[in-house]
């Protein structure tokens, strides 16, 4: 593999979020196993040889819709369920699945009787108004001031505006030319008595093989492959398997000499190792040089991946050492700071160095100097 290959950027300036390609979805696959309490999608698209292409690291914006029923639903309670362009309008662009304060505040404002005053004492504090917006929809809150009227023109400017979700892409562009693929966790829940889903997760865990979708590539800015000699360490628990799974592909295809190592983390090991197929062969051809895995709720206590780099930190540091790469991919709010936390103490114990100098040694020397420490972090 040509270095140039790796740092080679993605070129598809015809496509963006205000102009996408309509792809066409090949596969919606789960990847959990039954009695699994996720749903996670392996969501297969091609792109043609007219769409946008892309490299390692960069990710898929999707351009999602309203579900029908949710959308029959909404239009229904506000008696506007005649309207075709209306309802176009509220299918591709307006959120519903998340209510919004000024949508809550137009039909408090709309309301008669108890509902009124209910919904106005509500808006009237805004820790009340936080609370009540956290779990409900646009339904919801029109099931709480029945009869509410508004004329179809208003509504565009009482609801948010769908924007493109972002998914961090799943599959090398030389491994199946033309496709992408994407790890998706389908979000969904209940809540006032109404099943929900997550409003890009749930359009396209809902989407079939032949359905066509809008899409687009956001190129990554940082996280891409290091050079084909060079060893990397790659932190991905739940999704954020997905970048993983496409530097494996690329560097297999591709020869790089460097070595891999996965740390992957889920709740089960029986229901919940995503593409465990794929990294056992890879890992048991070679390929993989090492697989460390942790599954949260196989037994008492929670084993999460930064426990396996503890363990192995020994070893994690020796290959810091030799240059390697430390990515890190996945839940930004508690994970990354977990695993970021984990690093230090490796840096420390097995580097020798008191804790000033671990801080320094990772969030300077690693992130900026040397730039091995990447994160791709939602
Ligand atoms: P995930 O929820 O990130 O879980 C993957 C694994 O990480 C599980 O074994 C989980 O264990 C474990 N984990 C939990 N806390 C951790 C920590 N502090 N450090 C290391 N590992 C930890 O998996 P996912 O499938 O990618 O996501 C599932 C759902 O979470 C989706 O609905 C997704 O949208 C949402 N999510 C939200 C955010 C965000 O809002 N920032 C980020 C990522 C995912 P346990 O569950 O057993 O504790």
Not at 29 to 36: D, E, F, M, V
Not at 78 to 86: F, G, K, Q, V, Y
Not at 182 to 201: D, M
């Amino acid at each position: 593999m040509s270095e140039s290959a790796t740092t080679a950027k993605s070129v598809s300036p015809a496509f963006g979020r205000n102009n996408p390609y309509s792809a066409q979805l090949r596969e919606n696959r789960w990847l959990n196993q039954k009695g699994s309490s996720k749903d996670t999608r392996h969501i297969s698209i091609e792109l043609g040889s007219d769409g946008p292409t892309y490299i390692c690291g960069d990710s898929l914006g999707v351009v999602p819709r309203n579900p029908d029923p949710l959308v029959q639903e909404f239009l229904e309670k506000l008696d506007l369920a005649s309207d075709p362009t209306l309802r176009e309008n509220v299918a591709s662009t307006l959120i519903l699945n998340r209510a919004g304060k000024k949508f809550v505040k137009a039909v408090a404002e709309r309301a008669t009787g108890t509902a009124r005053d209910k919904l106005g004492a509500i808006c009237a504090d805004e820790k009340k108004l936080d609370e009540y917006v956290f779990d409900r929809d646009a339904v919801d809150v029109l099931h709480d001031a029945p009869g509410v009227k508004f004329d179809p023109a208003e509504i565009p400017n009482l609801l948010n505006k769908i924007a493109p979700r972002l998914y961090s892409i799943a599959s090398s562009p030389d491994h199946r030319t033309g496709h992408v693929d994407l790890t998706v966790a389908v979000v969904q829940y209940t809540t006032h008595g109404r099943a929900k889903q997550g409003l890009a997760s749930g359009y396209l865990a809902r989407l079939g093989a032949g359905n066509s979708l809008p899409v687009y590539v956001q190129p990554t800015r940082h996280f891409h492959l290091p050079p084909s000699n060079r060893d990397i360490i790659m932190i991905g628990p739940g999704t954020g398997i997905a970048p993983f799974r496409a530097f494996l592909q690329h560097r297999q295809k591709h020869g790089h000499t460097g070595r891999n190592w996965l740390f992957f983390g889920d709740q089960h090991a029986a229901t919940d190792f995503l593409y465990s197929e794929e990294f056992t062969a890879a890992h048991k051809s070679g390929h993989l040089h090492k697989l460390s895995t942790a599954f949260s709720r196989d037994q008492a206590e929670k084993i999460y991946v930064q426990h396996r780099m503890r363990e192995e930190g020994a070893e994690l540091w020796k290959w810091l050492q030799n240059g390697a790469y430390f990515y890190v991919c996945g839940d930004a709010k508690r994970m990354a700071k977990d695993v970021h936390a984990a690093l230090l103490e490796i840096t420390a114990q097995h580097g020798g160095k008191t804790p000033e100098q671990a801080e320094e040694y990772i969030s300077v020397t690693l992130s900026k100097t040397e730039k091995r420490y990447l994160k791709d972090v939602y």
